[in-house]
């Protein structure tokens, strides 16, 4: 299975590289939002997979069941998905403000800081 | 004296003035207490230490070379600033310049005192720096700041092949003391590294001592106020780097490649310079060539070997320094007094200036080399160590006399002319005597040179034989100073010189015509300067246009092209390619989770419609949460879920403001772009399948399970690493994100006052 999910994550991280490399920022930010995802996804998968074993402890217990999931992964991956989501937002809104003030979203035309040789 | 006139009126600059004054004086007073020390064969030497690691210390070292200095340095330090504060009195800025010129005098001794490689380099660059901004003090004007950029960029260079060179000898030689590495003897001359040494320290030498080809930025950086001019461009730091070619010499003499690139650079230096300096009409740039020609006579001396050619190699010094500091500052009170200092406008001066005069008719005799003056011994050493040169006798002693017939010729011309012979026009002011203050300087250096002249006996003992025993070690034989040496050979070629520089002299006005000529025909290095200072700027145009082109996909292009590059080839070089995956336990149930997830993943990349495109990310985002939760992790299952919502909801609320995807008209596919997203999902997917071969190292999450309810008491493993054993990173991640929140609020809350809403029309195009 985790062989299978190496493939899949792989598919995504290419269809989120092809989309930033886009000149519309906005599939930039859907590039960014895939390729979050395919990150968490391989934390996640080289930590291994294990079925319908969350990492709890039975009442009466001082440890869990051996065999249960990898606990390690899902804790930084609970992390990344938060820290994503900030960067996602943040993205976002600043993509927003881009265009507000600048009036387009194609960035080979976002040139205020590094204005063609022409213009400046 | 007439100081009537109302521009000497002593406006003064207070306590700004006197201090440095009084700084200068009492470090010459408290080297001047080293005098006996040193006459009687010893040294001083101390040490802080400093990055001991690195072994560099804060080391000083007083010898003849360094004490000679030293005195030199802090002395006519003294009288220039005394000079100055006259000079430049009531000028706006003189508390910078007083504090730029002092900075500049205390680096300057470090230099020539430090005994730590590093050290030098250090007080070395320091009077770069304290250099570049005293040639620029004169900022306002284009040709200030360019001589300023230029003399820093020569001597910068210069400097940094210097570093590279000093830090080969002090690992070469297992110290960087360089009292240490000059005990060495012969080994360090032998030795595989000595070449490369050598050229490294000599192109600082020569670029700091502006010697051909380096010596372009001499001449431009009199832009400088004249006190600068004199103690900076003549008598100290231009000498920075002879001294440093004397400090290495007991380690570094006697080789062909020594003894031919000095002799050679030198000797080249001094005859091409003295002629330049006759071509030249403004006094100022006459005396910075022969600086140059003086500088490249102490190089020459210092490429021999025998006594004569030491002992001419400290008396020049000395002797050069006081004439040419006198004779600048001669030259400032001149420009002060009439408002010129063009050759051919002065003349008549002496009547109206006649304690300058006084001082200007000194200094030039001791420049032309004539007795009783101490110029006249210091050329008769020069002839006589060029005579008992080994192997460039003829060479030396015909680059000898040519530059010092021209020197005699360029000193009627700076001191003679301008004095005692008609007007050649009119002069900008009706000229009159500067004050006591200004002149102080220049007539006690013009005197100096005579009296030491009389009396070399005061120099002799005290500073030239032991600087002549730190060169050339027990086996020393400094010469003795006299005046009459006997009918020698010497003398004989003295009398050719006054012979030949009086006829120089004579025809001076049609030979600098010629001289005019030849010069705008020669290739001309200043120029060369611009012109490779302009191809470094469009190479550095180039080079932007190709690194920088402004456009965001090149950039991430490039990112991801180094990322596909780094990691794809790792897992070649290292023949990390996994091999076949093992695809056994696959469900058809992971399979259509699989399809889906690639299928939202697709048609996000594919579609034109906003709509379309959410629903695709949707379908991914949930396809992870599905993950999640299959493979037993609830928590991550519930924020992904969550997150995901607020995604979706997120844009949809920023779809209502923003275009559509529409940017071309249509869909355009991107090979390049494909190709290279191909590539790193293949990357990823090997390098993950790399991961997964190996066997899973455990322990940290044995460690969390085997402690999460002893010690945490909770039953949920993730939670407990979490909020307790790793609640520092998520206070972090929470303080991320309410950072994310308020800067995304500060953006929100700005939106109608963006600057720069008047550009739509890239819309419309």
């Not at chain 2, 044995?702 to 999460?708: L, M, P």
Request: hydrophobic fraction near 55%; proline fraction near 5%; charge should be neutral.
């Amino acid at each position: 299975m985790e062989a299978l999910l190496a493939i899949s994550i792989g598919v995504l991280v290419a269809a989120a590289v092809y989309l930033m490399l886009a000149r519309h920022v906005l599939r930039f930010i859907f590039g960014l939002v895939l390729i979050s995802n395919a990150a968490n996804l391989t934390i996640f998968t080289a930590g291994r997979l294990t079925e319908g074993m969350p990492p709890l402890i039975e009442l009466g217990q001082v440890a869990p069941d051996p065999g249960v999931a990898n606990a390690l992964p899902q804790a930084l991956v609970l992390t990344a998905i938060v820290i994503g989501f900030g960067l996602f937002a943040f993205a976002l809104i600043l993509m927003f403000r881009a265009y507000t003030t600048l009036g387009t979203l194609d960035s080979d035309e976002m040139r205020i800081a590094e204005p063609r040789e022409d213009d400046a | 004296m007439t100081t009537s006139d109302t521009t000497d009126a002593p406006r003064g600059n207070g306590v700004t003035g006197l201090v440095p004054i009084a700084v200068a004086a009492s470090l010459f007073a408290y080297f001047c207490t080293f005098l006996p020390v040193i006459a009687a064969g010893d040294v001083a030497r101390l040490v802080w230490e400093w990055v001991p690691s690195l072994s560099i210390s804060l080391s000083f070292y007083v010898d003849g070379l360094s004490l000679t200095f030293a005195l030199l340095i802090s002395g006519i330090g003294t009288l220039v600033l005394l000079y100055a504060n006259s000079y430049l009195a009531g000028h706006p800025q003189f508390g910078r310049f007083a504090l730029f010129l002092t900075s500049f005098m205390l680096a300057m001794l470090g230099l020539v005192l430090a005994d730590n490689l590093i050290a030098l380099f250090v007080f070395w660059e320091l009077t770069t720096i304290t250099s570049y901004l005293l040639i620029g003090f004169g900022h306002e004007t284009t040709k200030g700041r360019r001589s300023a950029l230029q003399a820093l960029f020569v001597t910068g260079a210069g400097a940094l092949v210097l570093l590279a060179g000093l830090i080969l000898l002090g690992f070469t030689a297992g110290t960087f003391e360089l009292s240490e590495i000059n005990k060495m003897g012969p080994e360090l001359k032998s030795h595989a590294l000595y070449l490369p040494i050598l050229i490294l320290i000599l192109a600082g030498a020569f670029t700091k001592s502006a010697q051909f080809p380096f010596h372009f930025w001499l001449p431009n950086a009199m832009a400088a106020p004249t006190p600068v001019s004199a103690f900076l461009h003549s008598a100290t730091m231009v000498k920075a780097g002879v001294y440093l070619m004397a400090r290495v010499y007991p380690a570094f003499s006697g080789t062909e490649v020594w003894i031919w690139t000095l002799t050679i650079a030198g000797g080249f230096t001094a005859v091409f310079a003295s002629i330049l300096a006759l071509r030249q009409t403004d006094l100022k740039q006459t005396l910075a060539y022969t600086t140059l020609m003086a500088l490249g006579t102490l190089t020459m001396m210092l490429g021999q070997s025998g006594g004569y050619a030491m002992t001419a190699f400290v008396t020049f010094l000395i002797t050069h320094s006081l004439y040419k500091a006198s004779l600048f500052l001669m030259i400032g009170c001149v420009d002060h007094g009439t408002g010129t200092r063009e050759a051919d406008i002065l003349g008549g001066l002496a009547r109206a200036m006649p304690v300058t005069a006084f001082a200007a008719a000194l200094a030039a005799l001791s420049m032309a080399g004539l007795p009783p003056f101490v110029g006249f011994i210091a050329k008769e050493l020069a002839y006589a160590g060029s005579l008992e040169a080994p192997s460039s006798t003829t060479l030396m002693a015909a680059a000898s006399l040519a530059a010092n017939a021209l020197m005699f010729a360029v000193a009627g011309v700076v001191a003679f002319k301008p004095f005692w012979r008609p007007t050649g026009g009119e002069m900008p002011h009706k000229p009159h005597e500067a004050g006591g203050a200004m002149l102080l300087g220049p007539v006690l250096l013009a005197v100096l040179g005579l009296v030491f002249g009389l009396m070399p006996g005061l120099i002799q003992g005290a500073l030239i034989n032991p600087t002549v025993v730190g060169f050339m070690g027990e086996t020393a034989d400094p010469k003795t100073l006299k005046l009459w040496a006997g009918f020698n050979v010497p003398l004989y070629l003295s009398l050719a010189t006054f012979a030949i520089g009086l006829v120089l002299y004579i025809g001076h006005g049609p030979l600098r015509a010629f001289l005019t000529r030849a010069d705008a025909a020669a290739p001309n290095f200043d120029r060369g300067w611009d012109s490779f200072l302009n191809g470094l700027k469009a190479f550095a145009s180039w080079q932007t246009r190709i690194i920088q082109p402004g456009v965001l996909r090149y950039y991430i292009f490039a990112t991801f092209a180094v990322v596909l590059i780094a990691l794809g080839g790792t897992l070649i070089l290292k023949d990390a390619i996994p091999g076949a995956p093992d695809l056994e336990g696959i469900t058809w149930k992971n399979v259509a989770l699989m399809v889906l997830m690639i299928s939202g993943a697709l048609l996000t990349t594919v579609t034109d419609s906003r709509i379309t495109a959410m629903a695709g990310l949707g379908v991914v985002g949930m396809g992870v949460a599905v993950i999640f939760i299959v493979f037993a992790a609830p928590d991550v299952a519930i924020t992904q879920l969550l997150v995901e919502t607020l995604v979706v909801v997120l844009v949809a609320v920023a779809l209502l403001r923003l275009p559509s995807l529409k940017m071309t008209g249509h869909f355009a596919f991107r090979p390049l772009d494909a190709l290279l997203s191909a590539g790193v999902g293949l990357v990823v997917t090997l390098i993950l399948l790399a991961v997964l071969a190996t066997p899973i190292d455990r322990r940290l999450t044995d460690y969390f399970e085997v402690t999460s309810w002893p010690e945490a008491f909770g039953r949920n493993v993730v939670n407990v690493i979490l909020v307790d054993f790793r609640a520092l990173d998520t206070f972090g991640e929470i303080a991320v994100v309410v950072i994310a929140a308020l800067s995304a609020y500060a953006l929100l809350r700005t939106t109608d006052k963006g600057p720069a809403r008047g550009i739509p029309e890239a819309d419309e195009k």
